[in-house]
C-alpha cells in the first residue's frame, strides 16, 4: 500500500513514514500542497494524509482541487484545528476522515483500516456488459445510451449477472439479489424473470445472451 503524506512537520512526517512503514505502507511526503497535486498525478495512492496548516495554504483545499480531477482517494485529514466546526468543515469539503493531533499511530491505523474497507463510491459502480451500461444506484439501464425500462426484479436479476459476466451465478445469489429474506419465493419465479428479461434483451440488441446451467444457476455471456 502507498500513501501519500502532506505534512509540514518533518519530524512528525518522518516518525510517521517510519511508523506506516512497519505496517508495510510506503509513504509519499511532501510538505507543499502545490507538489501533492503534482505527486497524485504521477502516482496512484491508496489514500492521502493532509494537514490543514501548510506553507502555501489551507489544506482542505486540495481536497476539492483533487476531487476535480475525478480521483476519490480517501482522504483522512490530520491536524492540530480539532474544534468540532473544523471537523465538519474538513469532511464536508470531502474529507473521508478527520484526525485531531495529537493522535495515536495506531487510531491513525484503524483509520486507515476503515477507509480503505469502504467500497468505491456507488456512482462508480456502473456496470457494463454489452451494450448494456447498468447504473444500480439509480436503477436506470441503458442500450447505446437509449433507455431500457425494465421492472424492478429483471433489473436486479440483471445486475447480478451482468456484475459477474462471463461466470456462473448461482440460484441462490439471484434470489437473493432480487428478495428480501422475508418473501416467499415461488420456485419458478426467478425462471420466469429471466425468462422475459432474455426477451427484452434480445428485443433492444443489448448485446449479451444468459445461458441456464442447469440445476446450478444462470451465466450471462457477452456477445
Ligand atoms: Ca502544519
Do not use: C, W
Not at 483509520?111 to 463510491?121: G, H, K, Q, T
Amino acid at each position: 500500500m502507498r500513501i501519500l503524506l502532506i505534512e509540514d512537520e518533518r519530524e512528525l512526517a518522518e516518525a510517521l513514514s517510519v511508523a506506516l512503514g512497519k505496517h508495510g505502507i510506503v509513504t509519499d511526503h511532501t510538505m507543499h500542497l502545490a507538489d501533492a497535486v503534482e505527486l497524485t498525478r504521477q502516482n496512484l495512492y491508496d489514500a492521502i494524509l493532509l494537514d490543514r496548516r501548510l506553507p502555501d495554504g489551507e489544506g482542505l483545499s486540495f481536497i476539492p482541487e483533487l476531487r476535480r480531477t475525478g480521483k476519490d482517494t480517501p482522504i483522512i485529514v490530520l491536524t492540530a484545528l480539532n474544534e468540532p466546526r473544523q471537523r465538519v468543515e474538513g469532511l464536508d469539503l470531502g474529507a473521508d476522515d478527520y484526525l485531531g493531533k495529537p493522535f495515536l499511530v495506531e487510531e491513525l491505523m484503524a483509520r486507515l483500516r476503515a477507509v480503505l474497507r469502504r467500497p468505491p463510491s456507488l456512482a462508480e459502480l456502473k456496470i457494463m456488459a454489452g451494450r448494456l451500461v447498468i447504473d444500480p444506484l439509480h436503477l436506470s439501464v441503458t442500450v447505446d445510451a437509449t433507455p431500457l425500462d425494465l421492472p424492478r426484479r429483471e433489473l436486479l436479476v440483471l445486475s447480478a449477472l451482468a456484475r459477474r459476466k462471463e461466470k456462473t451465478v448461482l440460484r441462490s445469489t439471484l434470489e437473493a439479489a432480487v428478495y428480501n429474506y422475508e418473501e416467499e419465493i415461488q420456485s419458478n419465479a426467478l425462471d420466469a424473470h429471466i425468462s422475459r428479461l432474455r426477451k427484452r434483451l434480445i428485443d433492444a440488441s443489448a448485446g449479451v445472451t444468459i445461458h441456464n446451467i442447469r440445476g446450478v444457476g444462470y451465466l450471462m455471456k457477452e456477445e
